[in-house]
């Protein structure tokens, strides 16, 4: 029989069906698991900022959201079949979002030449070079920043890896 979960302050956002609710998101991008004991350490630490700091909450939120809408972008660019676009120096060939038909390629014929290159795009993205120098690695980059000061907020240990932890927190109970 599973012990009952402290209860979280009513300044966090609960489970509304359509989104995940704070205590669940925050959990996902720190990284712990969904054990008892480190659900209660982090509802404690919750409850702690909302009681001590209850516009630090709003913040915290606001960083929950935009990490969602980050996530969201990448997925819908996947989706688009445009994701590719994100993560290269450089892009040459048909415009996104458009299937040129053979007609359409065709420049020239019997003599008679025409100029195709509005249907044609090219990119450069990024000024260095490496994945920070692209959209994605952007994207990610700004996702770490903020789940550190998600962590950094609520004074928790954030797990980096498999048995790696980071932070300033005490380690875990389960």
């Known amino acids: 029989m599973a012990l009952a979960l402290p209860p979280l302050s009513a300044l966090w956002r609960p489970n509304t069906g359509s989104a995940l609710d704070d205590l669940e998101r925050i959990r ?14 982090l509802i404690m630490q919750l409850n702690t900022v909302a009681d001590l700091r209850p516009a630090m ?15 969201e972008t990448q997925a819908d660019a996947v989706a688009a079949g445009t994701a590719h676009l994100g993560n290269a120096e450089e892009y040459e060939g048909p415009i996104p979002g458009t ?3 053979r007609d359409q390629q065709l420049s020239q014929a019997e003599g008679l030449q025409w100029d195709t290159s509005l249907l044609k795009a090219r990119y450069r ?32 240990r954030r797990m980096v890896a498999p048995g790696a932890m980071s932070g300033s ?3 875990l109970r389960s």
């Open 169 to 171: 927190a005490p380690l």
């Open 57 to 71: 909450v709003t913040q915290v939120q606001a960083w929950v959201d935009e990490i969602a809408d980050l996530e």
């Open 99 to 101: 299937s040129p038909t």
């Open 125 to 156: 993205f990024g000024t260095g070079s490496g994945m920070a120098a692209t959209a994605q690695g952007q994207r990610d980059s700004r996702i770490e920043l903020l789940i550190g000061r998600i962590a950094a907020a609520l004074n928790v």
């Open 28 to 41: 996902t991008y720190i990284g712990w698991p969904g054990t008892q004991g480190s659900l209660t350490e």
